[in-house]
């Protein structure tokens, strides 16, 4: 949608330049190019007020005017200096670009270490990154900074194996250099070198150089084995081995669906797979492209699709997939709409797939899905993930217990005999609770008598248990 312009083409602002049409905008400022291939930002004067009370720019960097009965502060900048949303522009070109807005960056949080910059307007020219105070959710530092260096992939800025595959047309040390510069930690690359962009372009290669781990290294599911030998079949060793694949005729990992109860670890899953990979990740749920308004969603889908084909290889998670995907059969006032979300889908799957676009849906409603969206070509798998065994609970029990120390009582064998059957974040809770009751009664080490009490206060929700209440009566 186009941006309507304050200011008539051809105005003359405070230092001279003149008014183009408006490219971004938001409710108290807005960026316009300018006569001569420039652009400006032009603010309302108490957003530029915010500023320089809080010290991010100084007054003398503003340039004050009127129009009609409104007042403006405005910024000139010259054709080949960046001014743009943080999260809404184009990705850097050179390595002296990214550098620019890593200082930028730093410099930036100085002065101001606490207001959200994902609404920020980056002004190279004054090396600054100047939140506009809306009322969006803020997103954490380093995933602005990851998403400003990918163009528009959230990748967080710590999770350095991700970048490096993104960012192949930069050594590794000149991207720890870029990261570093903004205020952010880097692990220690295990003797990675510049030398090894060549590496970084191989799907999946690129996270493991750069952490050391060995090539054939499996993924690991604690406490989901059938799941855990089922990536590492049918997507982990078609990526370590792909010339193998590709000489019979396989070229990418098939698109899956994970089905089943609320719960049963279906999105741990995926979030493990994605960190294994290393490989951006990009999501489509109701939050992200649900709209009410006709032709939106559809839009928004289509868009989600392009951005995961543009930074291939790359993982696409559909979560509740029977948002979007539904019988188109089930009818409905507003059946018309679904059948050309359906339809988006439809044609979108198989070509993100052949782009090497990884695609995971998760579904709790698999009996709702259109049955042209499950056939084989478009998901060729189709995983049920049901609550954990006892044998499950066990081994997930064993990897959350050795991270906390423990007083030589504890035995995992009976909780996960009570916990099984049961969701696998009340393990987690579990976990977690019986350390805080610990930690509560001055305790330095954790108990068996901890993990049990933190049980007896932890039913099951699936079941007749009533909640517990507090308040009056």
């Known amino acids: 949608m186009a941006t309507e312009n304050w200011l008539p083409i051809g105005f003359e602002l405070p230092d001279g330049a003149h008014c183009g049409k408006a490219s971004r905008g ?16 032009l603010a309302r004067a108490h957003l530029a007020g915010r500023w320089a009370e809080s010290g991010l720019l100084e007054e003398r960097e503003l340039s004050p005017f009127s129009f009609g009965a409104a007042a403006f502060c405005e910024v000139s900048c010259g054709p080949g200096q960046m001014l743009a949303p943080a999260l809404d522009s184009r990705s850097p ?18 002065i101001d270490g606490l207001s959200p910059l994902n609404d920020a307007i980056y002004v190279e020219k004054l090396s600054r990154l100047l ?11 380093g995933v602005v900074f990851g998403t400003w260096l990918t163009g528009g992939a959230p990748v967080s800025a710590e999770s350095f194996r991700q970048l490096r595959g993104m960012l192949s047309w930069m050594g590794a040390e000149q991207l720890r250099g870029v990261v570093a510069a903004a205020g952010f930690s880097v692990k220690e690359l295990s003797g990675a070198s510049s030398d ?5 372009a191989r799907p999946g290669a690129a996270a493991r150089d750069a952490d050391g781990l060995d090539s054939g290294q499996p993924f690991k599911l604690p406490g989901r084995p059938e799941l855990e030998s089922f990536f590492n079949e049918h997507v982990v060793d078609i990526v370590l081995n792909k010339p193998r694949y590709q000489a019979l005729g396989v070229e990418f990992p098939g698109a899956v669906v994970l089905h089943g109860p609320p719960g049963c670890g279906k999105t741990f899953a ?3 797979l994605v960190d294994y990979l290393g490989w951006p990740s990009f999501q489509i749920n ?11 969603t559809s839009k928004k889908v289509a868009d989600m699709f392009e951005k995961a084909m543009h930074n291939t290889p790359s993982v696409l998670v559909i979560d509740e997939m029977e948002a979007f995907l539904a019988d188109r059969g089930m009818g409905g006032g507003g059946s018309h709409h679904r059948v050309e979300e359906v339809a988006e889908f439809l044609r979108r799957i198989p070509e993100a797939a052949a782009n090497e676009v990884l695609i995971v849906a998760m579904t709790n409603r698999i009996e709702m899905i259109d049955s042209a969206i499950m056939r084989r070509g478009r998901f060729d798998h189709v995983m049920k993930v049901d609550y954990a065994s006892a044998e499950e609970v066990l081994a997930l029990l064993g990897k959350l217990l050795e991270k906390l120390p423990q007083d030589g009582t504890v035995d995992p064998a009976p909780l996960a005999e009570e916990l099984a059957g049961r969701p696998l974040s009340d393990v987690a809770f579990m976990v977690r609770e019986g350390a805080r009751l610990a930690a509560k009664s001055g305790a330095d080490k954790l108990g068996q008598a901890h ?8 039913p099951s929700r699936t079941g007749d248990e009533p909640a517990r209440r507090i308040g009056f009566v």
């Open 26 to 41: 938001g409710a108290d400022w807005q960026i316009i190019e300018t006569v001569g291939g420039g652009s400006a930002l």
């Open 93 to 110: 070109l050179t390595e002296s670009e990214a550098l620019a807005f890593a200082l930028a960056f730093r410099a930036t949080r100085a």
């Open 131 to 141: 939140p506009t105070y809306s009322a969006q959710p803020s997103v954490d530092d």
């Open 196 to 200: 090894d962009r060549a590496s970084a």
């Open 270 to 272: 995926v979030e493990c």
């Open 286 to 296: 109701a939050s992200s492209v649900a709209s009410p308004y006709i032709h939106e």
């Open 451 to 458: 993990l049990l009490a933190a049980m007896d206060d932890a």
